[in-house]
């Protein structure tokens, strides 16, 4: 796991990016390499997991062609991959070095072969380009800028942002439509994402082409006999792949569903080994250590509840807001537990993130067919029974819209009132999906998870040098559970029925048997308590940088104080003042004369 950089220059020389701006994402070494004729500088911060000699460092030579990669990731199954390769005069144990060694073999053919996250560069020297790849599902980042001198790349934000960089209406507004922002619109628009599943090669005369590599079929396709077992082994096969590691491997342990089953399964591989951790709050009605507890202790394994007081809490949310190398509403929590985790030495933990996504956990599985039928009612009947949400409702829009459309935190009337534009995004899958429970499957893996909480993952937990793996994103298990019909998902009778059948002998019943509860925090006491501060820090910050109108921001605080407001619609206000603030001048507008002045 690593930090990387690079920028490929098409006429000048390339620019050294400075590491010191990601040495958290590698605090165990750094490394840089530039190409003879100066056009292609490459850069890491390397967090040791795989090979822990200087024969893993980076960036790391091909000695038989000259190619150079700089990687971010894991991949698990790299000794798979060897096997195959055979005999290629390997220097040391790394995945980096299979990456490297796989692509003079098998070129652009090596990507379909990797299970794993991952974000790499190659400098090919023979053709003198790059070639650069992001994983399926974007576990691991991967930001660009290109102009006329080049190409500049990196794992994070603030290596690309410039003090001339600049925000415009529409990706405040599209930031403040999904509560983070959108890889199509990021924050900065000068800077792209490479999206997931996609690879992009960089030609010196400034060529850039770029292609999807998955999914690579036109629909998936998967037998529906003996569902339950088929999923088991699925993720059999996948937690015991994410356990390759040099250094101990850990697991977050909630008491919920997904990760009690990825903590079983670990543990029945590592037994004691595992270490499992669970964060305990003295808050009344938010302490769900108990049955965290009965799942480590059935297990055997080297179990921790890192309870953490009010005030302690409180700190560790002011810190997360800083850490954020892109804004967010939803980083908070994953913060707290990554902190709490990489505090006791821990570089590499597990995560249950994707089997709501995959199984139907969330209330959108429920709520979209609903949504289809509202669709076909007149506006103002729509208003009349869920207000200006629904009355925003768009029609005869498809399974896929409808899914995105659920997670949008503004109205259409809140956009207009910020004086900011109101763009609709064009979503769709690029392969066929048998049913609605497939379509709204896809639309929550490629929005909600993917923008949001893989990003949140990644940013939180390597802001403390910690490596997050997610099992349940193996993509032949997400492959069998997308082509999988809905009623073998739906006949269990209950949300996530399915996985739980195939898990149902790992789990103490009152894992499975009490309602989903997520992993929340008294936001709304606490914004108007102990972050009191904090909150009007932030507000003020959007004010002074007149992203919005004062007016919008006071009537938005007047509706959560009193309580006709979720606190999550003024949290994202709060976090984009600190955001912007802090990176000083950043947060100024393009001047756009179609737009309304704020000034």
């Known amino acids: 796991m690593c930090g990387i950089a690079a920028h490929f220059g098409f006429q ?17 070494a750094s490394g840089e390499w530039i190409s003879t004729d100066s056009l292609c500088w490459l850069g890491s911060t390397r967090l040791a997991i795989l090979d822990l000699s200087p024969t893993g460092a980076q960036p790391m030579v091909d000695p038989v062609t ?9 991949i698990y199954n790299h000794r798979e991959l060897r096997a195959e390769l055979g005999d290629l005069d390997w220097r040391g144990t790394s995945d980096t070095e299979t990456i490297l060694l796989g692509y003079r073999i098998w070129g652009r053919d090596l990507l379909p072969r990797l299970r794993g996250m991952f974000a790499f560069a190659i400098y090919d020297r023979a053709r003198r380009q790059l070639f650069v790849a992001r994983d399926r599902f974007g ?20 290596l690309l942002r410039r003090p001339d960089s600049q925000t415009t209406p529409n990706s405040i507004a599209a930031y403040l439509q999904w509560g983070a922002s959108p890889e199509a619109k990021l924050i900065y628009s000068e800077i792209k994402t490479l999206p997931a599943g996609h690879a992009l090669t960089i030609k010196g005369e400034g060529e850039c082409e770029s292609w999807r590599y998955w999914p690579s079929a036109e629909r998936f396709v998967a037998a529906p006999e ?22 101990p491997v850990a697991s977050f342990l909630s008491g919920g569903i997904d990760s009690s089953i990825v903590t079983a399964l670990a543990a029945q591989r590592l037994g004691s080994q595992l270490q499992t951790f669970t964060i305990g709050f003295d808050l009344p009605g938010f302490d769900e250590s108990a049955i965290a507890q009965q799942v480590a202790e059935l297990y055997g394994t080297t179990h921790q509840c890192l309870r953490l007081s009010e005030p302690e809490i409180v700190q560790l949310v002011k810190e997360a807001v ?39 956990g969330y209330p959108s599985f429920r709520d979209v067919p609903r949504l289809k039928w509202m669709g076909k009612l007149p506006r103002a009947w729509r208003r009349l029974v869920g207000g ?65 909480l893989l990003r949140d993952s990644d940013q939180m937990s390597m802001a403390v040098s910690l490596e997050l793996r997610v099992p349940f994103l193996d993509h ?71 992203l919005v109108p004062n007016e919008f921001v006071s009537r938005l605080r007047s509706q959560f104080q009193g309580r006709q407001l979720h606190w999550t619609r003024l949290w994202s206000l709060v976090v984009l003042g600190h955001y912007l603030r802090r990176n000083e001048s950043l947060g100024q507008l393009d001047e756009d004369p179609t737009l309304h002045s704020f000034a």
Not at 149 to 155: A, D, T
Not at 333 to 359: H, P, Q
């Open 322 to 360: 800083g850490h954020l190398d892109l804004p967010s509403v939803d980083a908070i929590n994953t913060y707290i537990v990554s902190r709490a985790v990489a505090g006791k030495g821990i570089k590499v933990a597990l995560a249950g993130l994707g089997g709501d996504e995959l199984f139907g």
């Open 66 to 74: 000259g190619n150079v990669i700089v990687s971010n990731g894991e």
């Open 476 to 546: 032949r298990l997400v492959e069998y559970s997308l082509g999988l019909p809905a009623v073998e998902k739906l006949r269990w009778g209950r949300a996530k029925g399915l996985l739980i059948e195939a898990a149902r002998d790992l789990l103490p019943p009152a894992v499975y048997e009490r309602p989903k509860a997520g992993f929340a925090l008294p936001m709304t006491e606490w914004m108007e308590g102990p972050l009191r501060s904090f909150v009007a820090e932030g507000l003020d910050g959007v004010m002074q940088l007149k």
């Open 226 to 247: 003996s569902a339950p077992q088929k999923v088991r082994t699925l993720l059999e096969n996948a937690v015991e792949e994410h356990l390759l590691s040099d250094v």
């Open 139 to 158: 576990i691991k980042p991967l930001y660009y800028v290109a102009d006329e001198h080049g190409v500049r790349l990196g794992s994070e934000i603030k």
């Open 388 to 452: 200006e949400r629904l009355a925003d409702l768009p029609e005869k829009a498809g399974t896929i819209e409808l899914a995105h459309w659920r997670r949008r935190f503004c109205t259409d009337e809140m956009l207009t009132a910020a004086g900011l534009p109101n763009e609709t995004r064009k979503w769709e899958a690029p392969l066929e999906l048998a049913d609605d429970f497939a379509r709204i499957s896809w639309a929550e893996l490629t929005g909600y998870m993917r923008e949001m």
């Open 12 to 28: 000048g020389p390339a620019e050294p990016l400075d590491l010191r701006l990601i040495d958290h994402r590698g605090p165990d």
